[in-house]
């Protein structure tokens, strides 16, 4: 089962940038079918911000489309998260998150159990 571990959260002002990264241990990296960033703000349940597909299908939610760029590399085995006019409501905890195999995997559902999840970093936008 891949270990996955995330870094690049922090504090920043609205309108700038944070590049979030995760790693995994997963020699199968490319054959993982559902690559995944969710966050959870405080009181409110975990929801998708982007995710990629081991074919190269993108999804982003709504509220991320043209500010926030996710990129999936499977030689270096990695899932980034680009994230430009960053605004205060996105303020919330970062989890990448692995969905193996495709028959367990058919949508974003964070609520799967069969998601493998990092530990999580925050991301912070205020001024």
């Known amino acids: 089962q891949a270990q996955l571990a995330e870094s690049g959260g922090g504090l920043v002002q609205p309108g700038g940038s944070l590049r979030l990264s995760c790693t995994s241990s997963?020699?199968?990296?490319?054959?993982?079918?559902?690559m995944a960033w969710y966050r959870q703000a405080p009181g409110n349940q975990r929801e998708l911000v982007a995710g990629?597909?081991?074919?190269?299908?993108?999804t982003y939610a709504d509220s991320v489309k043209g500010r926030f760029t996710v990129t999936r590399d499977n030689t270096k085995r990695t899932l980034d998260l680009q994230m430009d006019r960053l605004r205060t409501e996105d303020t919330a905890v970062y989890y990448c998150s692995a969905c193996e195999a495709f028959a367990y995997c058919r949508i974003y559902d964070p609520t799967n159990e069969m998601n493998i999840w990092g530990q999580g970093t925050q991301v912070t936008v205020s001024s």
């Open positions: 990629v597909t081991s074919g190269g299908d993108i």
């Open positions: 997963s020699n199968m990296f490319r054959h993982i079918y559902r």
